[in-house]
């Protein structure tokens, strides 16, 4: 549901491919093969976390532009995603202007 929900929050009309990962583990294999040029990361997700997922991509050297979505809003977790190397950090649930707003901020669209 959460998944679909970032998806329905993309902007309209913007040309991606979208892989759905339903844990972190399958995650970090789709972003080894090559589907992870820009990755929607939860922080709560079965087999790896968010925070390994980050600390796999960074250890791994991809090149991974990371946003993180999650409804852990504490200052912690957000300082320690942004020291792990994701470009910016969203709450849950996910506001499609927002998004938007994150994007364009970073040129991504």
């Known amino acids: 549901m959460a998944r679909k929900?970032?998806?329905?929050?993309?902007?309209?009309?913007?040309?991606?491919?979208v892989?759905?990962?339903?844990?972190?583990?399958?995650?970090i294999e789709a972003i080894?093969?090559?589907?992870?040029?820009?990755?929607?990361?939860?922080?709560?997700?079965?087999?790896?976390d968010g925070y390994e997922v980050l600390e796999a991509i960074r250890a791994e050297r991809h090149k991974s532009i990371v946003i993180v979505i999650s409804g852990d809003i504490q200052p912690?977790?957000?300082d320690r995603?942004?020291?792990l190397g994701a470009?910016?950090?969203?709450k849950k649930?996910?506001?499609?202007?927002?998004?938007?707003?994150?994007l364009h901020q970073y040129g991504l669209m």
């Open 5 to 17: 929900q970032v998806t329905r929050s993309l902007p309209d009309g913007w040309d991606v491919e």
């Open 19 to 27: 892989t759905y990962a339903a844990n972190g583990l399958e995650g």
């Open 32 to 48: 080894r093969a090559g589907k992870g040029e820009m990755v929607f990361l939860d922080l709560t997700m079965p087999e790896m």
């Open 76 to 78: 912690e977790a957000r």
């Open 81 to 83: 995603v942004l020291a």
């Open 87 to 90: 470009l910016e950090f969203i």
């Open 93 to 102: 649930p996910i506001n499609k202007d927002k998004l938007a707003e994150v």
